[in-house]
């Protein structure tokens, strides 16, 4: 008689250790804020800026925007050094948009290297990424990375639509983001 091993075909559970997540815990007032955007996603650049001119409104110390343009290459390379310069000069960010799955990708990975400088962020992409956006940043060792998410599609939407959106869900990038009324 002949003994038979039978291997399980699965791997054994991963232990999930996500990397910390950091808030602001403070009113905005004096604050230095960071918005990434991307060249790609004229919805999210109207999405930004109007919640750029709220932050000022705020009180905000300073805005710093950077603009992506590409996810490789010497410009993908130079737009990564830039996120990693906006972390560096900044209390807080947030970083868009995640809306096609290369986008969310870099997206996520961008709103990651901010998180890793201690830097409160928040990851925002559209409704149909946002299993992408939070596998990517699970796989990242980031799972408890905050996600804010927006409707999908965005981008063939008016503006005055878009800019509905903006004020709908800004309060809930700042509640995200543990900011102190």
């Given at each position: 008689?002949?003994t ?21 815990d403070?009113?905005l ?5 960071g918005?990434?955007t ?6 999210w650049r ?8 709220r ?7 300073g805005v ?18 830039h996120?990693g310069?906006?972390?560096?000069n ?14 969310t990708?870099?997206?996520?990975a961008?709103?990651?290297?901010i ?9 925002v ?29 965005l ?17 809930r990038?700042?509640?995200l ?5």
């Amino acid at each position: 008689m002949e003994t038979v091993l039978i291997r399980r075909p699965t791997a054994p559970p991963v232990i999930e250790a996500a990397a910390p997540t950091f808030r602001v815990d403070t009113p905005l007032t004096s604050l230095r804020a960071g918005i990434r955007t991307d060249a790609a996603w004229r919805s999210w650049r109207l999405i930004a800026s109007d919640w750029e001119q709220r932050l000022w409104d705020a009180g905000v110390a300073g805005v710093t925007t950077v603009e992506t343009h590409a996810q490789v290459g010497d410009t993908g390379a130079k737009d990564r050094s830039h996120i990693g310069e906006l972390a560096a000069n900044v209390d807080f960010a947030i970083v868009g948009l995640g809306t096609c799955g290369s986008c969310t990708s870099f997206a996520i990975a961008d709103a990651v290297a901010i998180e890793q400088r201690e830097r409160p962020v928040i990851a925002v992409v559209t409704e149909e990424f946002a299993t992408h956006g939070r596998n990517m940043a699970k796989h990242l060792g980031h799972a408890d990375l905050s996600v804010l998410v927006l409707p999908y599609p965005l981008e063939a939407r008016p503006d005055a639509e878009l800019l509905e959106i903006s004020a709908e869900y800004y309060p809930r990038a700042l509640e995200l983001l543990g900011v102190d009324a």
